[in-house]
């Protein structure tokens, strides 16, 4: 177990609709990054919050959006759903803001019908 | 951006024997790179990364090495055991702070 949690653990949606993803990092860490994971694109860095700011943006649509709160839970919202967002949505959290030494929660499948 | 190229995408090797997976990358500002275990159905996990200004990094049966003229750095697992059995993932830090990763290798370790 990292420490960061995340949920919900599965969801189906149909296309169209909009979801939100919630993200708790350990204990102590400031920094958060989401990820996503499908079968022919591997790992792909959508975003990155530091204490409450965002701070860096890798491949992340505009139809998705986040944001990290006071308590430093991030959530991602995703939007105007298509089928090709099926995917698995990680969020992993680091002290530094550098991103080094990074812990990955556990993940959130998502379907879209 | 930065362009991270992994290979090989497959690798088998008899329990006892040596892994060397090897990444190459695009963007000469890029100063970190982690390499993440993924067992099947879990989540990622590092499991040793190495900065910019060093050239080699070891922990126990794992090490990393760099090469920044060559813009390439590679993990190499010794003595190999079932339960490396994983997909292995390479990353890199560009200058932006973006973490571009690599396709991954999946790693069988026959007993």
């Known amino acids: 177990d990292s420490g960061v949690t995340q949920t919900p653990k599965h969801l189906i949606t149909a296309t169209g609709q909009r979801v939100t993803l919630r993200c708790s990092p350990r204990?102590?860490?400031?920094?958060v990054y989401w990820y996503q994971q499908s079968l022919d694109q591997g790992l792909q860095f959508l975003i990155q919050?530091?204490?409450?700011?965002?701070?860096a943006k890798g491949n992340i649509l505009e139809r998705f959006s986040a944001q990290q709160f006071p308590d430093l839970h991030s959530e991602l919202n995703l939007s105007s759903l298509e089928l090709g967002d099926s995917a698995l949505y990680f969020c992993?959290?680091?002290?530094?803001?550098?991103?080094?030494?990074?812990?990955f929660g556990p993940g959130t499948r998502l379907l879209v019908l | 951006g930065e362009n991270v190229e992994q290979h090989p995408s497959t690798l088998s090797v008899q329990e006892g024997d040596s892994a060397v997976i090897k990444c190459t990358y695009s963007?000469?500002?890029?100063?970190?790179f982690p390499w993440y275990k993924q067992e099947l159905g879990k989540r990622p996990q590092l499991i040793i990364d190495?900065?910019?200004?060093?050239g080699e990094k070891k922990d126990q049966r794992i090490a990393v090495t760099l090469n920044k003229t060559a813009k390439h750095f590679s993990l190499h697992i010794t003595e190999t055991q079932p339960e490396d059995s994983a997909v292995y993932f390479c990353?890199?830090?560009?200058?932006?702070?973006?973490?571009?990763f690599g396709p991954g290798t999946r790693l069988s370790v026959l007993p």
């Open positions: 992993a959290s680091s002290v530094s803001r550098g991103g080094e030494t990074q812990y």
């Open positions: 204990s102590g860490d400031l920094s």
């Open positions: 919050y530091y204490n409450g700011e965002e701070r």
């Open positions: 963007d000469s500002a890029s100063n970190y």
């Open positions: 190495i900065r910019s200004n060093v």
């Open positions: 990353a890199a830090r560009d200058y932006g702070q973006n973490f571009v």
